[in-house]
């Protein structure tokens, strides 16, 4: 099963910042946190990982808490092309990822 | 950009036939994946393969199915005897690192193969 609760859906004005939440409150000391979407029936899209620090890349950031709890993944400027469901991930060294039902993102003009 | 290629996009099968569906995964990579997402399900994870022998393997991934890196290049999914509840969109996946010790890598999915089994 997998380690995370998302909200099941979430709406995001076309231009605003998506802040997509993520509860691992059983994390690991050595578990790595992924942020991965899937569009349409497509292959699931990387986004971003870390393991305790801030992250940030040409699609997104990932805010860490620092008890390792929670995460936020934010998708700063959302496009329409954003609209995708997100899983966040929790594993070992970005081995056998265990995807969950993640969050549609719907992003509206 | 480097890629992870699947063929065929969409494969149709009678039940109880062999099906065998290929991915080139991204060439310096050295860990492979197959995971299926049965149509409005979850992404699930089937198995896991290094060093030319498998590393883990999920309760789906039972005798029916097995995996082979033939060449340097390809790596494959055999269904040997398909049956209708098989029909499900395959990824295949790949990544550079895994277990190596500290750092993580991530992995790259295909864009999969459509399985309808009749």
């Known amino acids: 099963d997998a380690k995370t609760t998302q909200p099941t859906s979430m709406d995001c004005a076309e231009g605003r910042a998506a802040n997509l939440p993520c509860n691992h409150s059983?994390?690991?000391?050595?578990?790595?946190v992924y942020w991965y979407r899937q569009i349409h029936s497509q292959g699931p899209q990387y986004i971003i990982h870390?393991?305790?620090n801030n992250e940030t890349n040409e699609m997104a950031s990932l805010i860490i808490t620092e008890d390792r709890k929670s995460s936020t993944l934010i998708l700063p400027h959302a496009t329409l092309r954003d609209t995708a469901v997100y899983y966040c991930?929790?594993?070992?060294?970005?081995?056998?990822?265990?995807f969950g039902p993640g969050t549609r993102l719907s992003v509206l003009p | 950009e480097p890629e992870v290629t699947q063929t065929p996009s969409h494969q149709v099968t009678q039940m109880g036939q062999e099906v065998i569906l290929r991915c080139v995964p991204i060439?310096?990579?050295?860990?492979f994946y197959w995971y299926r997402q049965i149509l409005g399900q979850k992404v699930e994870f089937l198995v896991s393969?290094?060093?030319?022998?498998?590393?883990?393997k999920s309760e789906i991934f039972d005798d029916q199915f097995s995996v082979e890196r033939p060449d340097g290049s390809n790596f494959t999914l055999k269904i040997r005897s398909t049956k209708l509840e098989d029909s499900a969109m395959y990824f295949c996946?790949?990544?550079?690192?895994?277990?190596?010790?500290?750092?993580?890598?991530?992995?790259?999915f295909g864009q999969g193969t459509r399985l309808t089994v009749v």
């Open positions: 991930i929790v594993t070992y060294y970005g081995q056998n990822f265990v």
């Open positions: 393969f290094y060093n030319n022998e498998i590393s883990e």
């Open positions: 870390g393991l305790k």
């Open positions: 059983t994390i690991s000391g050595n578990e790595y």
């Open positions: 060439s310096n990579h050295l860990y």
């Open positions: 996946a790949s990544s550079d690192r895994g277990l190596l010790g500290g750092a993580s890598s991530e992995a790259f």
